[in-house]
């Protein structure tokens, strides 16, 4: 997501008893005993000499943004299902040597359970609803046409050529692979108006290269899912036109073992992974000929391969993996993957205590590139050793698609085309990203 602007700061949570507003029900204990926060997007805004953190559903479910100042962001921690309303103020109280009242805590945990931030009845019945309609649904709407680029197709041609031939853009040269197979690419998934040239590079080799008519766009979500994978048998709407999904792929997945896999289709209504992979889809083949799509979001971490309480859980992905091939082989057509995922998240925002230094760019970038070689020979095990070493400390998006593919692509031989990095923030919080290509 864009970094929020300053003036775009709605009101900041006070540690004041005085203040009215929604309450809790206490008549249903499961609002008030240990409340669990959802798995939400947490991002650090300064306004003058004023600091605080925002809060905001990475799924959509909820369309509020909460701002709350340090003292009350330290709470969030003890939201984890495990405290208790008087717990977690005796934590404040251990921390600040102040006393929360308990209509403060009241108000604090209502808001939070209004705005569908803490899991529970409403929140559930608030995404069963949406899920419902969303299934009626044939076309999956542009999401973030006129907000991360232009709704004018005229504009957005001109807005995505214009990458190509920036400086920083790979120009109008053929690639050396041309009139090649292309197996893959992989492209960043952070905003267009920070890493355009970098998709540019990745789009550049399929623009030059011998294509299939069968994209499968496996894309790093925002969000948890809980199959771990979420495909959507939806065309995708962008505005250019409408990009058709492969019926016939999604049908024979359903039909090989893949049918669990389609629970959490929601999961795609506010995701911009496989929408960006699109938009230069459109752009490069979409005057050249016909081709359709295979959107999978994935959503899983090194810890479904080693933690106790996830290794079950985790079992998804070698059943999915098992489904997939099975597929593959019953459609007996080639297909071209597209990964959509960035690799680093470092700084504030991300969860760091402070911002990143040059020395941790330098350090950062180091260990991208070595993680990168071993996806370059295809190794996805050793990509996954790298991350589980170091416990995952850089918060390698790219794991889940990354991964998934290399273990779906034999004979994998890659190549790194562009590296490089953005600031999202004031703080310097900063997300790296590459472009790479499989033949």
Not at 189 to 194: G, Q
Request: with cysteine; proline share 7%.
């Amino acid at each position: 997501m864009a970094p929020l602007s300053p003036d775009c700061l709605g009101p900041v949570y006070s540690v004041s008893a005085k203040e009215s507003g929604p309450s809790v029900d206490t008549t249903n204990p499961s609002s008030v005993d240990c409340p669990k926060l959802r798995d939400l997007e947490f991002f650090p805004v300064r306004e003058g000499e004023t600091q605080s953190v925002g809060l905001r559903d990475p799924q959509g479910i909820s369309k509020e943004i909460l701002f709350l100042p340090p003292n009350v962001f330290y709470l969030i921690q003890f939201l984890d299902g495990q405290h208790t309303r008087n717990q977690i103020a005796g934590e404040y109280l251990k921390r600040f040597g102040e006393l929360l009242l308990p209509n403060w805590v009241d108000k604090f945990l209502g808001d939070l359970e209004e705005k569908l931030f803490l899991q529970g009845e409403r929140f559930e019945e608030a995404k069963q609803a949406l899920a419902v309609a969303y299934r009626k649904e044939t076309i999956r709407p542009a999401a973030y046409a006129g907000k991360s680029y232009d709704a004018d197709p005229e504009k957005l041609r001109s807005q995505l050529g214009e990458f190509f031939v920036s400086k920083e853009g790979p120009g109008k040269g053929p690639s050396d692979h041309a009139g090649q197979r292309i197996k893959a690419l992989v492209a960043p998934h952070v905003e267009l108006s920070m890493a355009g040239p970098v998709y540019a590079w990745a789009y550049k080799e399929l623009r030059d290269a011998d294509t299939p008519d069968v994209f499968v766009i496996l894309g790093a979500a925002r969000g948890a899912i809980e199959t771990l994978f979420a495909c959507c048998e939806k065309d995708f709407e962008t505005p250019s036109g409408t990009v058709p999904v492969d019926r016939e792929f999604l049908s024979l997945f359903r039909q090989l073992g893949g049918e669990s896999f389609f629970e959490e289709e929601l999961s795609h209504r506010n995701d911009h992974a496989i929408e960006f992979q699109t938009l230069f889809l459109q752009h490069i083949l979409g005057a050249k000929k016909p081709f359709t799509i295979v959107p999978i979001l994935c959503s899983f971490s090194h810890l479904h391969f080693s933690h106790p309480d996830l290794i079950a859980q985790g079992r998804r992905i070698s059943e999915f993996l098992a489904a997939f091939r099975m597929t593959l082989d019953a459609f007996g057509k080639d297909v071209c993957y597209i990964v959509s995922g960035d690799l680093s998240h470092i700084g504030m925002r991300y969860g760091d205590p402070r911002p990143p230094t040059d020395f941790q760019f330098n350090k950062t970038m180091q260990a991208d590139l070595a993680m990168l070689k071993h996806a370059e020979i295809g190794d996805a095990q050793a990509l996954l050793h790298s991350i589980q070493r170091d416990d995952d400390a850089r918060r390698v998006g790219i794991l889940p698609p990354l991964y998934t593919m290399l273990n779906l692509l034999p004979a994998a031989n890659g190549a790194v085309l562009r590296y490089d990095r953005a600031t999202v923030d004031q703080y310097n919080s900063t997300v790296t990203y590459c472009a790479m290509a499989y033949y």
